[in-house]
T-cell receptor, first 112, second 110 residues
């Protein structure tokens, strides 16, 4: 089974600063990868997903971007953070040919 | 696109009671319906799922039922325990992505 790593676990950043969150996966090859955001007390909002290296689909227009430079690496970035970017950022993995989707441990981002 | 409605938003039960959470979906092409449990401050955990060719699935105290005709599915938890307290999310699967309901906060009182 796969293992999902996310870092950092917690981050406090000022408004207007850049952001880079990383997700890496072990134990699988060529998976589908997903970035979700969860605002405090709210549901799961899909931000981006990728079916392969360099292939990114955006679900919601925003000041965030995603990249997949390697098969098992997924990066979420922003050039200038907004207060509304605060939340719990979750990376998720689904193996090709499988239905099950699993979440990483998450990064809790607070924008001040 | 797919739209998933989940009810109730909050559910309070006494320990030992049963709990039922219901979801409806809009896209008849959806064929996979998972349920996730999220404890406070932690990641959502997949607890049970069902595919469109099955009407019911059980795993110990939890069960999921699916009515494809009516486009709704439900999570049933029997003999609830305090450790069942969490937020539960249903979801429906399209080609590559899951669409989630807004979640149900289940509170189990001892």
């Amino acid at each position: 089974s796969q293992t999902i790593h996310q870092w950092p676990a917690t981050l406090v950043q000022p408004v207007g600063s850049p952001l880079s969150l990383e997700c890496t996966v072990e134990g699988t090859s060529n998976p589908n990868l997903y970035w979700y955001r969860q605002a405090a007390g709210r549901g799961l909002q899909l931000l981006f997903y990728s079916v392969g290296i360099g292939q990114i689909s955006s679900e919601v227009p925003q000041n965030l971007s995603a990249s997949r430079p390697q098969d098992r690496q997924f990066i979420l970035s922003s050039k200038k953070l907004l207060l509304s970017d605060s939340g719990f950022y979750l990376c998720a993995v689904r193996e090709k040919g499988s239905y099950e989707q699993y979440f990483g441990p998450g990064t809790r981002l607070t924008v001040t | 696109g797919e739209n998933v409605e989940q009810h109730p938003s909050t559910l309070s039960v006494q320990e030992g009671d049963s709990a039922v959470i219901k979801c409806t979906y809009s896209d008849s092409a959806s064929n996979y319906f998972p349920w996730y449990k999220q404890e406070l401050g932690k990641r959502p955990q997949l607890i049970i799922d069902i595919r469109s060719n099955v009407g019911e699935k059980k795993d110990q105290r939890i069960a999921v039922t699916l009515n494809k005709t009516a486009k709704h599915f439900s999570l049933h938890i029997t003999e609830t325990q305090p450790e069942d307290s969490a937020v539960y999310f249903c979801a429906a699967s399209g080609y590559s992505t899951l669409t989630f309901g807004k979640g149900t906060m289940l509170l189990v009182s001892p």
